[in-house]
C-alpha cells in the first residue's frame, strides 16, 4: 500500500535529485505514453495524487497531450470523492464500543501516541477511528504539513481542468469500490498497515520528495523500484492494490479507440510500470506504446 501512503523509499545522497533532474533536461521525457490505433490516440499519464503546487505548470508534452484529448479518464468518478471521504471515515470508524487501544493492541498503540505526542497531537481524538484509518490520517498530516496536498495531485488538477473547459469526464472504477480498498482490510491487515505506516513515517517527506523528481524526470525503472518495493513481502497485496485493478481496467482503456475523440487516461504512477502495468498490457494486444 506504499503507493497511496508513503509512496517511496528513502531518498539517497542529497546529490541524488540533482542528478535526475539533469538527465531529465537531457532526455526531455514525461511520465506519458501515447498510445495509438488507426484514427485513435489514447495518452496514459501517470499520476502523483499528493503534490505541491510549484510542480506546475508541467511538461509540454503533457499539456499537448491534454488539450488534444476529448475526454479525460480517471481511476474513479473525480466529482464523488467528497462523498466518498465521508463514506471512508464511516468505513474507518470503530462501532462496535472499541477504542483504537483494542483494535491496535497495547505496543501499537503505544507506539501510535507516541507519534501524535511528537506531533503536538491528542490521540483521544482518533481513539474511535480502525487502525487503517490511523495510518492514513497519520500520512496525511504528515504530507500536508511538508506542502504536499491532495488538492494539488496530478488527478485533481485534471479534473479541475477539465470542470473548467467543459471536458467530459468519467472513471474506471467506482469511488464506493475504491473505499473498499481499505474497508475490506481484516483487522490484522488494518494493524500491519498501522505498523508500516508508523515505520515509513520516519522518511515520508524525504521519500515523496524522490519519488516527485524520478516522475518528472520520467524515469520509469526509478519508479517503478520506489513504489513496488513496499508490496516484496505482500504479493497478495500488491495484486489487490494494483494488479487485478489493471486487469479490469484494460478493456475500458481498449474501448476508448472506439471513441469519436482522443482521450487522456490519468492514474496513479504504479499502474503504468511492470510487466502487469498497462503500458505493457496494452503493448501485449498490439497497440503502438511510445514514451513521451
Given at each position: 500500500?506504499?503507493?497511496?501512503?508513503?509512496?517511496?523509499?528513502?531518498?539517497?545522497?542529497?546529490?541524488?535529485?540533482?542528478t535526475?533532474?539533469a538527465?531529465?533536461?537531457?532526455?526531455?521525457?514525461?511520465?506519458?505514453?501515447?498510445?495509438?490505433?488507426?484514427?485513435?490516440?489514447?495518452?496514459?499519464?501517470?499520476?502523483?495524487?499528493?503534490?505541491?503546487?510549484?510542480?506546475?505548470?508541467?511538461?509540454?508534452?503533457?499539456?499537448?497531450?491534454?488539450?488534444?484529448?476529448?475526454?479525460?479518464?480517471?481511476?474513479?468518478?473525480?466529482?464523488?470523492l467528497?462523498?466518498?471521504?465521508?463514506?471512508?471515515?464511516?468505513?474507518?470508524?470503530?462501532?462496535?464500543?472499541?477504542?483504537?487501544?483494542?483494535?491496535?493492541?497495547?505496543?501499537?498503540?503505544?507506539l501510535?501516541?507516541?507519534?501524535?505526542?511528537?506531533?503536538g497531537?491528542?490521540?483521544?481524538?482518533?481513539?474511535?477511528?480502525?487502525?487503517w484509518?490511523?495510518?492514513?490520517?497519520l500520512t496525511?498530516?504528515?504530507?500536508?504539513?511538508?506542502?504536499?496536498?491532495g488538492?494539488?495531485?496530478?488527478?485533481?488538477?485534471?479534473s479541475?481542468?477539465?470542470?473548467?473547459?467543459g471536458?467530459?469526464?468519467?472513471?474506471?472504477?467506482?469511488?464506493?469500490?475504491?473505499?473498499?480498498?481499505?474497508?475490506?482490510?481484516?483487522?490484522?491487515?488494518?494493524?500491519?498497515?498501522?505498523?508500516?505506516?508508523?515505520?515509513?513515517?520516519?522518511?515520508?517527506i524525504?521519500?515523496v520528495?524522490?519519488?516527485?523528481?524520478?516522475?518528472?524526470?520520467?524515469?520509469?525503472?526509478?519508479?517503478?523500484?520506489?513504489?513496488?518495493?513496499?508490496?516484496?513481502?505482500?504479493?497478495?497485496?500488491?495484486?489487490?492494490?494494483?494488479?487485478r485493478r489493471?486487469?479490469r481496467?484494460?478493456?475500458?482503456?481498449?474501448?476508448?479507440?472506439d471513441?469519436?475523440v482522443?482521450?487522456?487516461?490519468?492514474v496513479?504512477?504504479?499502474h503504468?510500470?511492470?510487466?502487469q502495468?498497462?503500458?505493457?498490457?496494452?503493448?501485449?494486444n498490439?497497440?503502438?506504446v511510445?514514451?513521451?
Amino acid at each position: 500500500m506504499r503507493h497511496r501512503i508513503s509512496l517511496v523509499l528513502a531518498a539517497a545522497l542529497l546529490t541524488a535529485p540533482l542528478t535526475v533532474l539533469a538527465a531529465e533536461e537531457a532526455s526531455g521525457r514525461s511520465f506519458l505514453w501515447k498510445v495509438t490505433d488507426g484514427p485513435r490516440t489514447v495518452h496514459l499519464l501517470g499520476s502523483i495524487h499528493f503534490m505541491k503546487d510549484e510542480a506546475y505548470p508541467l511538461s509540454p508534452a503533457i499539456e499537448q497531450a491534454y488539450a488534444s484529448s476529448g475526454v479525460v479518464v480517471f481511476e474513479t468518478d473525480m466529482a464523488g470523492l467528497g462523498e466518498a471521504a465521508v463514506k471512508l471515515m464511516a468505513a474507518g470508524s470503530l462501532d462496535d464500543g472499541r477504542t483504537l487501544a483494542d483494535a491496535a493492541g497495547p505496543e501499537l498503540y503505544r507506539l501510535v501516541s507516541e507519534r501524535f505526542d511528537s506531533m503536538g497531537m491528542d490521540t483521544a481524538a482518533f481513539d474511535g477511528m480502525k487502525p487503517w484509518m490511523v495510518a492514513l490520517s497519520l500520512t496525511s498530516i504528515e504530507l500536508m504539513r511538508a506542502g504536499y496536498l491532495g488538492s494539488e495531485g496530478i488527478d485533481a488538477h485534471f479534473s479541475e481542468r477539465a470542470r473548467e473547459d467543459g471536458k467530459p469526464t468519467r472513471g474506471l472504477e467506482t469511488p464506493d469500490f475504491q473505499v473498499s480498498l481499505f474497508a475490506d482490510l481484516s483487522e490484522q491487515e488494518g494493524r500491519e498497515f498501522l505498523a508500516y505506516s508508523l515505520k515509513d513515517l520516519e522518511t515520508v517527506i524525504p521519500l515523496v520528495d524522490e519519488i516527485v523528481v524520478a516522475w518528472s524526470a520520467g524515469n520509469v525503472a526509478r519508479i517503478e523500484e520506489l513504489l513496488a518495493e513496499g508490496f516484496d513481502e505482500h504479493p497478495e497485496l500488491f495484486a489487490k492494490m494494483v494488479t487485478r485493478r489493471n486487469l479490469r481496467w484494460l478493456p475500458q482503456v481498449e474501448a476508448l479507440f472506439d471513441g469519436d475523440v482522443d482521450a487522456m487516461v490519468v492514474v496513479g504512477s504504479l499502474h503504468l510500470v511492470g510487466a502487469q502495468g498497462l503500458v505493457e498490457l496494452l503493448r501485449a494486444n498490439g497497440r503502438e506504446v511510445v514514451q513521451q
